[in-house]
């Protein structure tokens, strides 16, 4: 069974860091897409950066030049750097991974999600 493990995240004034990082662990062949969305109360969840497998990378406008995102296929983790940290970056934000699995005639490619990690930006 896959299971994706976040950590990182907490309480950050405005303008600081943090980092959150997702690892993968479970039986399969191997991650497609990696990505961090977020999502506040009453709103729908929102991509916030992806990366795929060729390193190619995608954010959202609202943190182009702030956030970056990489990921390690060694060790099938993805890590989301969040600097000069706003208050409206406050959200639970969740790793998700695009894996595949394979048998002997079949192959499958499922979203996983972990499990959320509270991001607040205040002083």
């Known amino acids: 069974q896959v299971q994706l493990v976040e950590s990182g995240g907490g309480l950050v004034q405005p303008g600081g860091s943090l980092r959150l990082s997702c690892a993968a662990s479970?039986?399969?062949?191997?991650?497609?897409?990696m990505a961090w969305y977020r999502q506040t109360p009453g709103n729908e969840r929102e991509l916030v950066a992806l990366i795929v497998a060729s390193g190619d990378t995608n954010f959202a406008d609202s943190v182009k030049g702030r956030f970056t995102i990489s990921r390690d296929n060694a060790k099938n983790t993805v890590t989301l750097q969040m600097n000069r940290l706003r208050p409206e970056d406050t959200a639970v934000y969740y790793c998700n991974m695009n894996i595949q699995t394979r048998g002997s005639s079949w192959t499958r490619n499922w979203n996983y999600w972990g499990q959320g990690t509270q991001v607040t930006v205040s002083s």
């Open positions: 479970g039986s399969f062949t191997g991650i497609n897409h």
